[in-house]
């Protein structure tokens, strides 16, 4: 007899195979044209096959990863018996598989392509395809999730209520500042891979793909550091505020970091809700 956990655990087994199996239908046509009019760049009959490949792979990753970070907290804790804020880490690891799900299709796509003859057109940088200003607030948030260590450690040892230990705050804003450098990483090596120079017309289109890619991880990865230094934040005023009201201030704080995660990740990681950049059009 299954128990709870075991239940869960093979309903969403059930959906991740029909998510990854569900044949191509009329949406994912629609959503080849918002990509197309988003990214700007000219089809032929060859290479729209590959970015209907890029963007299926793309979409059945993300929606995998995003259910299975999103469930994980609550299978681990129904099998390990651990006890912990289940909901709390949900939407973090959902974003998480969310981001790991956008990187199927770039290896899936340019895997299989690796053995034509590529080359690089010119250097290429990561602000080629990213605003100074987003790629500043990104390495920020991972400097001030480490920095407010500091503040949090002189100022707990004399608050009024109850609070995390140093060490733990310690390991939460280094697991912050490491997910900065991870995501930077990510977006650096996505950046150096080679693309054919067969055709001109293979090369932009390539470059959008590109362009799309370190835009969802970008969007998700901003979206994570928030996750981290809101309650960072949040926690520090709890110690710095005496009494009641540095227990509501912190609250506010960690609905207004919730709510501006998800309207970073909405806004920046969509593959086709805005123009995105690229080498040729930031250059151009």
């Known amino acids: 007899m299954l128990g709870p956990v075991e239940l ?5 087994l059930i959906v991740v195979v029909v998510v990854w199996l569900a044949p191509r239908s009329r949406a994912d046509d629609a959503e080849l044209r918002r990509w197309v009019e988003a990214t700007g760049v000219d089809l032929t009959p060859a290479n729209a096959l590959v970015v209907q490949r890029y963007l299926l792979l793309s979409r059945r990753g993300r ?7 999103f469930i994980s907290p609550w299978v681990y804790s129904g099998i390990s018996s651990a006890s912990f804020d289940e909901g709390g880490w949900a939407l973090s690891l959902m ?6 799900g956008a990187l199927v299709a770039e290896v899936g796509v340019h895997r299989d392509r690796e053995t034509e003859t590529t080359a690089l057109m010119r250097p290429r940088r990561l602000g080629d395809y990213l605003s100074v200003r987003l790629l500043t607030l990104q390495r920020a948030l991972g400097v001030i999730a480490l ?5 949090y450690g002189l100022l707990q040892p004399d608050a009024t209520i109850d609070l995390p230990g140093v060490g733990t705050i310690a390991s939460f804003g280094l697991g912050g500042a490491t997910i900065a450098v991870a995501v930077e990483v990510i977006e650096r090596r996505i ?3 080679r693309q054919s120079l067969a055709d001109i017309k293979d090369v932009e289109v390539d470059d959008a793909m590109r362009s799309t890619s370190i835009a969802m991880v970008a969007g998700t990865g901003l979206a994570l550091l928030i996750q981290f230094v809101g309650p ?4 520090t005023l709890a110690a710095a505020i005496p009494g009641e009201a540095g227990g509501i201030v912190a609250g506010v704080t960690i609905i207004l970091t919730l709510l501006l995660s998800l309207a970073c990740w909405l806004d920046v990681a969509h593959p086709t809700r805005y123009r995105v950049r690229g080498m040729q059009r930031s250059s151009g």
């Open 63 to 69: 929606r995998v990863g995003a259910l299975v970070g």
């Open 191 to 193: 950046v150096a891979r």
């Open 95 to 100: 974003l998480v598989g969310y981001l790991l």
């Open 147 to 151: 920095a407010m260590i500091v503040p």
């Open 232 to 235: 960072l934040v949040a926690i």
């Open 8 to 12: 869960v655990a093979v309903g969403v």
